[in-house]
């Protein structure tokens, strides 16, 4: 009985002090996140991370919520956008796991700090996370500390999160590596469980997580299996391991079932975005010092924000640089994973300074066959490959510290080795800071807020589709399907990513008026409405016909989104004359106008 007692107290010792320094953990990643987020933290309520698909997320989370909960239809589907042919979300990111928690929490709050609380918590479980990680691979605290937030809050993380929140999801890849690890070497139920749960709720993130722990799974097994094939040709480890293969299959087929079948039909899209070499040295272009010193650079470099980040950071670099000289056996997956990550972000052929020919010729990389690689074809992003290379150069980091602490005796000086790392966080926290994050809260017109019940669709112009033919495209979709979330009806364009089915656009362009409506500047002369009563017949029941109740043209924004396209992807937009369409309106429906505000003016179909 003694011997019991001493052992649970032992047992129970242990455990309250990992309570302590998770606790401890745990508050100061939570810390530096309201830190290096603020504003956000204080308008938590009403303002979200915006420059990107900020607006669509919280669509896409509504719908989720409305088609479970409200219609009992399967969330795959939806004919709420792109009325009345519809689409498949299939070929999405629909973020399960984002999505649950946007359920619990908006349900509690309301649905704008749920979406923050995804964010938010992203960096505090990520941070985590990779300390646990670096804490099994290297045996030490501090700099499990270090390391955690070199990862939660690297400039990718802050690059990405402000644009897709799909790939800010970032906090289970580093312990699904660390129950996989586990799992090779333990060989036990439990941590093949732990590893699948990882592996699950990493593809419940995002659809590029799931393809990333694939990827990481098949190198590190690799890695342990060839040397020792003996080991792991037990029945026990065989079992476990198809048990791991069969529990990860059955949970993904509802989602991965009907994205394969979308892809068979063709509504699966990957436009290939990979990294241009000279962005792997150049700071986040929002840092607040060294951001605004190569921003001039960043005009050169293609794609937007979330697209051309690959920065990890220079300490980050300096110290893997440093681990992949390290020569420890231990030390040569994560060596191979970096290279590996590297050479798959850059892609089929090499960019630099956004040139892809150099002396008349593109110079291809070992990787230019990879759209006909299973798997890999469908990352359409390279850039967030970068996710795997800063995993594999944060852990090839945590050594060479350790080694640095270990041959300069610093470990017997907790005093210098606590300075020491010390001026290594202050370097990573100032190569990330930058504040303030940029946050938006639109203003809602009251006509949505107010709009007659019944069933009936809504068709708001610029008239977003896909494939994309108009300026709208960049801003406008996010909108239009936010604004759904409040009126809940039909609407008929919309935006979602990868979606290619050419019924949605042929079914409007088929359509004289609304076709009309998109193309305006095909159609000059608007006054065949004033001349022709037929005319303003037939576009009226073109209108009822497919079941529109009122016609939205969201007039003042439109002429700086043109310019903004312009400015942002430095290409040429078809021009979309906001007065000629609001004329042809004004004709159609005798110029009586439902509603109109500094934002949109809307007619309704009588």
């Keep these: 009985m003694k011997l019991s007692k001493i052992i649970l107290s032992i047992y129970a010792g242990q455990n309250m002090k990992k309570f302590w320094e998770y606790s401890i953990v745990l508050s100061l990643y939570s810390l530096f996140t309201a830190i290096l987020t603020w504003p956000l933290i204080a308008h938590i ?69 749920a979406y923050n609380i995804c964010y938010l918590s992203a960096f505090v479980i990520a941070g985590f996370s990779m300390y646990l990680l670096i804490k099994y691979l290297v045996k030490d605290d501090t700099i499990a500390f270090i390391a955690g937030f070199a990862y939660a809050f690297s400039p990718l993380m802050f690059a990405f999160g ?23 070497k333990e060989k036990t139920i439990k941590t093949m469980l732990l590893a699948a749960l990882f592996f699950l709720l990493s593809a419940f993130s995002s659809w590029y997580f799931f393809a990333f722990a694939i990827i990481i799974g098949i190198i590190i097994s690799a890695f342990h299996i060839i040397p020792r094939p003996k080991e792991y040709l037990q029945k026990k480890f065989i079992i476990l391991a198809l048990s791991f293969m069969i529990i990860v299959g059955i949970v993904l087929s509802p989602f991965l079932i009907p994205m394969l079948r979308a892809n068979q039909e063709g509504l699966y899209d990957t436009n290939l975005q990979h990294a241009d070499l000279e962005s792997f040295v150049l700071p986040y272009e929002r840092q607040i010092v060294l951001g605004k010193y190569f921003s001039a650079e960043y005009n050169y470099i293609i794609g937007w924000e979330g697209d051309a980040t690959v920065f990890m950071g220079y300490l980050v670099m300096i110290f893997a640089i440093f681990g992949l000289l390290y020569k420890k056996k231990d030390l040569l997956v994560w060596k191979f994973l970096l290279m590996f990550s590297f050479l798959l972000a850059l892609g089929p052929y090499l960019i630099v300074g956004g040139r892809s020919l150099f002396f008349g010729t593109k110079i291809y990389l070992p990787f230019f066959f990879i759209k006909y690689i299973p798997l890999l074809n469908k990352i359409d992003r ?45 370097i990573i926290l100032f190569e990330s800071l930058s504040i303030p994050l940029v946050i938006t ?58 979606n290619t089915d050419p019924q949605i656009k042929a079914y409007t362009d088929n359509l004289p008026f609304i076709s009309r409506l998109k193309y305006p500047d095909r159609y000059p002369d ?73 934002q949109i003016i809307v007619y309704a179909v009588e």
């Design 526 to 598: 608007s006054h065949d409405f004033e001349k022709n009563q037929s005319n303003r017949e037939s576009a009226i029941n073109e209108l009822k016909a497919s079941n529109i109740r009122f016609v939205v043209l969201h007039w003042a924004y439109l002429a700086n989104m043109i310019q903004y396209k312009q400015n942002l992807f430095n290409i040429s937009v078809e021009n979309y004359n906001v007065q000629d369409v609001n004329e042809t309106l004004g004709m159609v429906f005798d110029h009586n106008i439902y509603y109109q505000d500094d």
């Design 441 to 498: 809260s639109p203003i809602v017109p009251d006509f949505y807020k107010k709009v007659p019940a019944g069933d009936y669709a809504i068709l708001e112009l610029p008239l977003a589709e896909q494939p994309s033919n108009i300026p709208s495209w960049f801003l406008y979709y996010s909108f239009d399907q936010y604004y759904q979330r409040i009126h809940e009806k039909r609407i008929l364009g919309g935006y979602l990513a990868r």
């Design 382 to 426: 390279l850039t967030t490959v970068s996710i795997m290379m800063l995993i594999a150069a944060i852990v090839l980091m945590s050594y060479a510290l350790a080694k640095i602490l270990l041959k300069y005796n610093v470990k017997n000086s907790i005093k210098t080795k606590y300075i020491l790392l010390g001026v290594v966080l202050a």
């Design 162 to 184: 402000i644009v897709f929140l799909n790939i800010h999801t970032v906090q289970w890849l580093p312990l699904f590596i660390l129950f996989f690890l586990r799992f090779l």
């Design 45 to 113: 309520k009403d303002y979200v991370p915006w420059f990107g698909d900020s607006y669509q997320t919280l669509w896409l989370f509504w719908w989720i919520k409305k088609a479970i909960f409200q219609l009992h239809v399967t969330p795959l589907f939806t004919n709420y956008i792109f009325h009345p042919i519809g689409s498949t979300l299939a070929t999405m990111d629909i973020m399960p796991y984002n999505a649950f928690l946007t359920i619990v929490f908006g349900s509690i709050f309301n649905e704008t700090v």
